[in-house]
């Protein structure tokens, strides 16, 4: 029986099942074992480490992960890959596979329950139509995690590595940096996946931050800011605010507070730092 981790592999294991992709679930199975070992070993998982898998599909990354993690809890949404994971981990006993969606998982309590509340590691590769809300949700309940190392769409990795005035500077960069410092790992071309995906992925380890590495008075106000900053990305951030609903301070108002800061008064939000915006958001707490 070849291995999970080839073409053949993973086919003979479909077919034993008579498994069907399900394109809604974002379903790119991996297939090629030098990526599979690129990101388990760019995830840096040793025999002290609990691991969180998100979508582990037919279990081909759950078996590398076993085979170097003390313990991993593998999260699928399709039922229809129980039985598979059944079958690919039975030479385990060091996993627990849940059927269910992440996003209506309660991560904190799986952290509690399988690593007695100690920071765990992330290690996936996502399905695409959520890879943001995923991060974010690490991210913003405060997980206890010391990395997340996955597989998202290449276009949403720069989006997460860049700083200001660039094209893919946004609100997941600034948030992403703020709580995590991004590697890339490796660019993965579709040739490594069945099916293919239309687009080009790349594996990217983000190393959490004990704590952030600015300070805003108030975290939330300030995603918030961010978030209406980019909004509307072509409007002059003066306006893009006062307009928005997060603040009752005018066009002036703000105007005057980046006079303060030292900025234009006709600068666009791309053009900020992580510690500017932290700034703006203090300021604007004050009036
Ligand atoms: N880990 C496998 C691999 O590398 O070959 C599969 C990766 S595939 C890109 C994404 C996996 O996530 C699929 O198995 C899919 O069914 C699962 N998935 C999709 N949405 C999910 C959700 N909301 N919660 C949990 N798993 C999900």
Redesign the pocket.
Known sequence: MPTLDSISG?VAILDKYGFNF?KR???????DANI?DKIVSGAGVTKDDCVL??????????QYLCERAKYVIA????KA?IPILKDTLSPYDNVTVIN??????DINEIVEKYNEGRPIKVV???????TTP?IMGLFEKHIPLESITV?IQREVADRMSVGPGTKDYGALSLAVQYYSKPSVIAYVSPEC?IPKPKVGSCVIRLERYASPPIVAKDEEMMFRIIRAAFNQRRKTLANSLANSGVTHISREGIQNILIKMGLDINIRGEKLTLEEFAKLSDLMGEV
Do not use: H, S
């Not at 679930?25 to 297939?31: A, D, E, M, V």
């Not at 898998?53 to 759950?62: D, K, Y």
């Not at 999260?75 to 399709?78: C, H, P």
């Not at 996936?124 to 959520?130: D, E, F, R, V």
């Open positions: 993973t399900q679930f974002g379903q790119n199975f991996l297939i599979l898998e998100i979508g582990p599909g037919i279990g081909t990354m759950t999260v699928e949404i399709d890959l269910n969606d992440i996003l209506k998982t996936a590769n996502l399905p695409y139509y959520i995923i597989m996946f």
